[in-house]
């Protein structure tokens, strides 16, 4: 069992940072691939970030490549995702996810933390 918790949300300005984290428990997360989702009210829940647990690799959505980073520090059980350059659209929930293979399909993730919020300030 994995249980995930994240932090990092808020208020931020458009074009302003933040840093989401994801804490997990668990002796095997670094087996797990671990997802960032978001979610806006109205629309479906979203992959924009991913990466694997087998050599790290990522996947990024359109919607946030080159203005984020996504990260996994097996040591501390943590995954982050770095985003950049705020925009207007970006504002949801923010749900991060283990599974045992990096889709689309938020179905197909065993593992989902609480969510948390992400507003954007134009």
């Known amino acids: 069992q994995v249980q995930l918790v994240e932090s990092g949300g808020g208020l931020v300005q458009a074009g302003g940072s933040l840093r989401l984290s994801c804490a997990a428990s668990?002796?095997?997360?670094?087996?797990?691939?671990m997802g960032w989702f978001r979610q806006a009210p109205g629309k479906e829940r979203e992959l924009i970030a991913a990466?694997?647990?087998?050599?790290?690799?990522?996947y990024y959505a359109d919607s946030v490549k080159g203005r984020s980073t996504i990260s996994r520090d097996n040591a501390k059980n943590t995954v982050y995702l770095q985003m950049n350059s705020l925009k207007p659209e970006d504002p949801a929930v923010y749900y991060c996810?283990?599974?045992?293979?990096?889709?689309?399909?938020?179905?197909?993730?065993?593992?989902w933390g609480q969510g948390t919020q992400v507003t954007v300030s134009s």
């Open positions: 990466i694997w647990g087998s050599d790290g690799s990522t």
């Open positions: 668990g002796r095997t997360f670094s087996s797990y691939a």
């Open positions: 996810a283990g599974g045992r293979s990096v889709v689309s399909n938020w179905r197909r993730y065993d593992y």
